[in-house]
């Protein structure tokens, strides 16, 4: 059974960093492609970054340029580092497999507990 664990969340301020960690109990994890998703109160889940095993790597419009995904193939860990967060950057952070794109996610597995990120001042 695949499993996700994400950690990292917290309470941060406007324009302050967080990094999200993901292990994922893949194997082989290095050809998986892993997408980190985001779901706030009231919305749907939504996909704000995907990492693929070539080393290719996309954003959603709203994260772009401020959040990087990369991945650790010998810890069977996806990591996102958020930078200059906002406000509208509130939520439960998820990591799954994504068979799809950001236009049309399409996740794979079940998904973990989540790590809550809450951007105030």
């Known amino acids: 059974q695949v499993q996700f664990v994400e950690s990292g969340g917290g309470l941060v301020q406007p324009g302050g960093s967080l990094r999200l960690s993901c292990v994922a109990s893949i194997i082989p994890f290095r050809i998986t492609p892993m997408g980190w998703y985001r779901q706030a109160p009231g919305k749907q889940r939504e996909l704000v970054a995907i990492?693929?095993?070539?080393?290719?790597?996309n954003y959603a419009d709203s994260v772009k340029g401020r959040f990087t995904i990369s991945r650790d193939n010998t810890k069977n860990t996806v990591y996102l580092q958020m930078n200059s967060l906002k406000p509208e950057d509130t939520a439960v952070y998820y990591c799954n497999v994504d068979l799809g794109t950001l236009e049309r996610p399409r996740s794979r597995y079940s998904w973990g507990q989540g790590t809550q990120v809450t951007v105030s001042s």
């Open positions: 990492s693929r095993s070539g080393g290719s790597t």
